[in-house]
T-cell receptor, first 114, second 112 residues
Framework: KQEVTQIPAALSVPEGENLVLNCSFT??????LQWFRQDPGKGLTSLLL?????REQTSGRLNASLDKSSGRSTLYIAASQPGDSATYLC?????????????FGKGTTLSVSS | DGGITQSPKYLFRKEGQNVTLSCEQN?????MYWYRQDPGQGLRLIYY???????QKGDIAEGYSVSREKKESFPLTVTSAQKNPTAFYLC???????????FGEGSRLTVL
């Protein structure tokens, strides 16, 4: 059964620092991987979607990479800001024939201090 | 603006009562999902639907029911059979069954 792990569970950094959030998954047979942001008491906001055939995706200060063979993805945040403080979740989608619902990690809660 | 609307945002229920959470999307998405989020547990899938009049159970479907009579709507009923219903409920949708997933703002249910 596919499992998704995010380490660390919490991270605190000073403003301006570049940082990397990690996501690992046990079964390399995935259809795609998606990164989300969640603010307290709110729904999830999609940040980046990486298809299984892609190595990385970029959006502004965010860059997500995917290494399917090793079961890992990273989310790189450049020049962090206090507004980046939130919980970041990654989720993998199993192959089409295995069902289509995303499987989520428990998230990394990021705190950026000014 | 296109999006996913969940209502109510907060809901209180007495034990033994059924409650229905609404989820409406105007994104013209085919697939819709219900997740439950508990502190320290991550998101767990309750039900999902890929097309109208069809839906599948997720990992924790016991005590819940859904319907998909219209493409835009996917209501979730939390029945009295659900042993621990207090949680944050999230509805999501995607254009196709393997597309990018988008979420609503969530509904927080508290059982008194």
């Amino acid at each position: 059964k596919q499992e998704v792990t995010q380490i660390p569970a919490a991270l605190s950094v000073p403003e301006g620092e570049n940082l990397v959030l990690n996501c690992s998954f046990t079964d390399s047979a995935i259809y795609n991987l998606q990164w989300f942001r969640q603010d307290p008491g709110k729904g999830l906001t999609s940040l980046l979607l990486i298809q299984s055939s892609q190595r990385e995706q970029t959006s502004g200060r965010l860059n997500a990479s995917l290494d399917k063979s090793s079961g890992r993805s990273t989310l790189y945040i450049a020049a962090s800001q206090p507004g980046d403080s939130a919980t970041y979740l990654c989720a993998v989608r199993p192959p089409r024939q295995a069902g289509t619902a995303l499987i989520f990690g428990k998230g990394t809660t990021l705190s950026v201090s000014s | 603006d296109g999006g996913i609307t969940q209502s109510p945002k907060y809901l209180f229920r007495k034990e033994g009562q059924n409650v229905t959470l609404s989820c409406e999307q105007n994104l013209n998405h085919d697939a819709m999902y219900w997740y439950r989020q508990d502190p320290g547990q991550g998101l767990r899938l309750i039900y999902y639907s890929q097309i109208v009049n069809d839906f599948q159970k997720g990992d924790i479907a016991e005590g819940y029911s859904v319907s998909r009579e219209k493409k835009e709507s996917f209501p979730l009923t939390v029945t009295s059979a659900q042993k621990n219903p207090t949680a944050f409920y999230l509805c999501a949708s995607s254009r196709v069954e393997v597309g990018e997933l988008f979420f609503g703002e969530g509904s927080r249910l508290t059982v008194l």
